[in-house]
């Protein structure tokens, strides 16, 4: 039983599941490892849907839905196709094999092809073999209990709160209109309220960005608090709103298979020279996939981060190594309360590097950087490696002297993101760089630096109205400046506020075209 | 001319010029010594005192060579270092066909083509962002060593850290490394432009 195929079959309830019935009805030698899950169409089942299938121990998954054009409700058959084509491609990054997942459409007659689909489909997902996704048993925690929490809040400097207010006062939650406030939770919490239901609502509401850790006189370092209530809450098994469906945290769990023969860079231009016996490693992040999962409707484009940043170190002349099975860092598991599944991404990740012999990683992503620079060590995670951010190298480079940009005729303005802005000198950091480039003018936003505000979510968590009303704020920031670009330091900057910019209402107000800093330098930079 | 044993005799004149007080005749010394008494070569070094000293043009004249000098002044240099405009106006009539001109390029405006090779540095612009406009003179040393090679670079940092006062030994030889970086990099950047490729690969 155990080493047994899975395979899901989605079946739309309208044209197929007629021709499935007619199957059952004669008898039909339905291959025995397909289960069928009868579903209302085809194009209700989201990429989160399909994926987590696989998570949880498929080994194959067919969306079979309606002909085009005989769709019940018009659009069906087309959604199901973009999103099984999507997920596809997610698979093919992921290591887990295209082939593993199809999209079939069968006639209510045509139960002999479906037959044959249904058999042809377990040969094929035979051939491959069981899914290289690891499967375990999670067991439920205990509920958060007084002394735990007593110790959690000891660790986060809780009880040091003077009770004054400046967190709730600059926290952008709060701000945003929501009756959220950092000093009430922490209050409330010491109170012994521990699993009131506005309590483990509003620890999933926190962006973690830190600026109330910022503006506190006793330094109650809350975002860090927080992760730790998320922690407890999630082993304990309440809701975790998590966005998209659970989608990023469904996928970040399965990169922690040890198996699974992840793909990172097949995409990556042939003009981009990279050497593998480097002692140095690029380690790009998770872009390639958030550019597949909103392609239908933000047409973001977060790879060419990846792309152009090892274009600047060509540039520069360092040629670095890439990691081939490259993985998530595991920042947002972290940080969305999964701390187990975060231990087994980080230490498989600082194994595969060390394996490589590497002794500096560079990456242009904020939250990797305070992943492996902070958190691994934090959690007991040595990675006998240095961790250095992109800009730093740029900034060591460029400082020798004689490289330049080439004129770029833009008024540009900066959203910073918080795992860089609120780090040490993080701040400076793009600013020494943004100072460099040859544009028409760079202005600050109202909020900057350390005080700039958060794009609105962090972790894949607690989307909502407040997150919307914030990436508008912001924007409108933006806009005040009278700047035509805006320029990021992070994908998922890009991935929030451009969501915002697609309001019907607000239209050409908030609109901005975006870039990242790392795209910029790369694509004016130039010898002098 | 030949050495004693026979192989071509390699013999460089430099002259360094600039403002009195710019640390000129200093940065003359830490040359020559720095190819004397670390790569044992054969160096020789005359500098113009006088009115100079108070604020014209003044110059330093090292020679440096791999067999015996036997005369110590310097009419034709192959290598001219400006630092200051004076100096430039005074002694670029006097630069050898295909010489090197270096110069501060905020201080000196040189032609835009020259009959050899032409290296701009803002020295003083790079000495003051380290906080010390004097080290101007031991940026510019890092350049000339950069582009010229007229010594190595283990004898040239030795020889700062030798000559400048003491306890200024580290700003100085930060300094001088900023001088070399930029001369490397200047020269790295001309490569690449020759090559064709200004920009990062697109």
């Known amino acids: 039983m155990e080493n047994e195929l899975k395979i899901i079959l989605f079946m739309c309830n309208w044209s197929p599941h007629a021709a499935f019935q007619t199957l059952q009805d004669t008898l039909a030698p339905i291959p025995r490892e397909v289960r069928m899950v009868r579903i209302p169409c085809s194009g209700r089942i989201t990429k989160s849907l399909l994926f987590k299938a696989f998570e949880t121990g498929a080994d194959g998954v067919a969306l079979v839905g309606c002909e085009p054009g005989t769709c019940r409700y018009g659009s069906g058959t087309a959604v199901a196709e973009r999103n099984v084509g999507a997920t596809r491609e997610i698979f093919k990054l992921l290591g887990l094999g295209e082939e593993r997942l199809t999209f079939a459409a069968f006639h209510p007659d045509q139960s002999g092809p479906l037959l044959d689909f249904l058999t042809g489909f377990r040969d094929r997902i035979a051939s491959l073999g069981k899914s290289p996704v690891q499967q375990r048993t999670r067991k439920k925690e205990p509920p958060l209990s007084p002394k735990s929490a007593a110790s959690i809040m000891s660790a986060h400097n809780i009880y040091t709160c003077q009770d004054c207010g400046k967190c709730s006062s600059a926290c952008p939650v709060a701000l945003s209109g929501k009756s959220f406030s950092p000093r009430a939770i922490a209050g409330a919490i010491a109170a012994g309220e521990l699993d009131s239901a506005p309590i483990r609502e509003d620890i999933w509401s926190c962006l973690t960005c830190g600026l109330c850790y910022d503006r506190c006189p006793s330094a109650v370092s809350f975002p860090e608090f927080i992760r730790d209530m998320r922690t407890v809450q999630r082993a304990s098994g309440n809701p975790r709103f998590e966005a998209h469906e659970g989608f990023f945290q469904a996928l970040m769990r399965t990169m922690a298979s040890p198996d699974l023969p992840v793909d990172h860079w097949h995409w990556l231009p042939p003009s981009i020279h990279t050497d593998q016996s480097s002692k140095t490693l690029f380690f790009g992040g998770c872009a390639p996939y958030f550019d597949i999962f909103f392609r239908s409707h933000l047409d973001v484009r977060t790879a060419d981060i990846l792309s152009d940043g090892l274009r600047l170190l060509n540039f520069f002349d360092i040629y670095p190594a890439i990691l081939k099975n490259e993985r998530c860092c595991g920042h947002d598991l972290l940080w969305s309360g999964d701390r187990e599944d975060f231990l087994k991404l980080a230490r498989l990740n600082v194994e595969l590097i060390s394996d490589m012999g590497i002794e500096e990683l560079i990456t242009a992503c904020p939250e990797c950087y305070r992943a492996f620079s902070h958190d691994y060590p934090a959690n007991g995670i040595e990675t006998g490696f240095k961790v250095t951010h992109l800009f730093e190298v740029a900034e060591k480079v460029i400082g020798k002297g004689a490289i330049g940009f080439r004129k770029l005729n833009r008024r540009i303005t900066f959203q910073d993101p918080c795992r860089l802005s609120r780090t040490e000198g993080g701040s400076e950091l793009p600013r020494k760089l943004l100072n460099r480039l040859k544009v028409r003018n760079f202005t600050e936003m109202r909020d900057r630096g350390p005080s700039s505000l958060c794009c609105g979510n962090c972790a894949w968590i607690g989307c909502d109205s407040s997150s919307k009303a914030m990436q508008v704020n912001r924007l409108r920031q933006a806009k005040e400046t009278g700047s035509d670009l805006l320029l990021t330091a992070c994908p998922k900057c890009q991935i929030h506020l451009r969501c915002a910019m697609e309001d019907p209402f607000l239209g050409d107000e908030i609109r901005m075209e975006m870039l990242d800093l790392t795209s910029v330098l790369a694509r004016t930079i130039q010898w002098e | ?202």
């Open chain 2, 1 to 202: 001319m030949k050495n004693r044993n026979g192989t071509e005799r390699k013999k460089r004149e430099i002259l360094i010029t600039g403002f009195g007080g710019q640390g000129i005749v200093l940065a003359g010394q830490v040359l020559g010594t720095a190819a004397s008494l670390k790569d044992r070569l054969h160096s020789t070094l005359t500098q113009s005192y006088g009115p100079e000293a108070r604020g014209g043009a003044c110059s330093a004249q090292v020679i440096i060579a791999d067999g015996p000098i036997h005369y110590p002044y310097v009419d034709n240099p192959d290598i001219l270092v400006c630092m200051s405009q004076t100096g430039y106006d005074k002694y670029y009539p006097f630069l050898k066909e295909n010489g090197v001109l270096i110069f501060d390029q905020d201080l000196v405006r040189a032609p835009e083509k020259v009959s050899g090779d032409l290296f701009p540095i803002p020295a003083t612009r790079i000495a003051e962002e380290l906080g010390r406009k004097m080290m101007a003179n031991i940026v510019m040393l890092g350049f000339v060593t950069a582009v010229t090679g007229a010594a190595s670079l283990d004898a040239m940092l030795a020889s700062v850290a030798d000559s400048v006062p003491k306890g200024t030994e580290e700003s100085n030889t930060a300094a001088f490394t900023k001088g070399f970086d930029f001369g490397q990099a200047l020269l790295k950047g001309r490569e690449r432009k020759a090559a064709g490729r200004k920009g990062a690969a697109s």
